[in-house]
């Protein structure tokens, strides 16, 4: 079946460091894959999404690239800033599942000041 | 803007009640899905809806059932609630249309069952 992995939390950051979160997935035939963000107290929000291999999704500062070879889609971005702090899901869509997605467990990002 | 509303933000119900979760999405939209997040555990799907009076079984449906006898609103139900449905509940909805049409979630309601 589907499985998303990212690292687990929490990641503690000063503002204007370096993100990377990690997210390898496993999945029958070419997933679409996507990073969500959840602030607190809020519902889930799309970040950015990849469609097919070598494609890089990008918004806000962040992006991610579709890697076939590694199954995998990291989620970078050059220097967080506090507002940036939430709950981050990877996520996959397989074809044919009725649009169904598989989440990952989520990391927890807290940029200090 | 899409806009997805869950009728309550916090809801305490005690064993054994029948409880309803409601969903509104505003944006015309053909599916809908119902999930749970509990910490440590991600998002898990309980139940989705791909046309009104059509529903599909999710990862974990037990203690659940969903009603959706209008577009615009899907309906989950805890038939006798249980100590361990305590949880957040998001519903979300899309489009059709495959992966270019994301999902739009609600801001999720907080149930606590005592």
């Known amino acids: 079946g589907n499985s998303v992995t990212q690292m687990e939390g929490p990641v503690t950051l000063s503002e204007e460091a370096f993100l990377t979160i990690n997210c390898t997935y496993t999945a029958t035939g070419y997933p679409s894959l996507f990073w969500y963000v959840q602030y607190p107290g809020e519902g889930l929000q799309l970040l950015l999404k990849a469609t097919k291999a070598d494609d890089k999704g990008s918004n806000k500062g962040f992006e991610a690239t579709y890697r076939k070879e590694t199954t995998s889609f990291h989620l970078e971005k050059g220097s967080v800033q506090v507002s940036d702090s939430a709950v981050y899901f990877c996520?996959?869509?397989?074809?044919?599942?009725?649009?169904?997605?598989?989440f990952g467990k989520g990391t927890l990002l807290t940029v200090n000041p | 803007d899409v806009k997805v509303t869950q009728s309550s933000r916090y809801l305490v119900k005690r064993t054994g009640e029948k409880v309803f979760l409601e969903c509104v999405q505003d944006?015309?939209?053909?599916?809908m899905f119902w999930y749970r997040q509990d910490p440590g555990l991600g998002l898990r799907l309980i139940y989705f809806?791909?046309?009104?009076?059509?529903?599909e079984k999710g990862d974990i449906p037990e203690g659940y059932s969903v009603s959706r006898e209008k577009k615009e609103r899907f309906s989950l139900i805890l038939e006798s609630a249980s100590t361990n449905q305590t949880s957040m509940y998001l519903c979300?909805?899309?489009?059709?249309?495959?992966?270019?049409?994301?999902?739009?979630f609600g801001d999720g309601t907080r149930l606590s069952i005592l």
């Open positions: 944006m015309d939209h053909e599916n």
């Open positions: 979300a909805s899309s489009l059709s249309g495959g992966s270019n049409q994301p999902q739009h």
């Open positions: 809806s791909y046309d009104v009076k059509m529903k």
């Open positions: 996520a996959l869509e397989s074809g044919g599942s009725n649009y169904k997605l598989t």
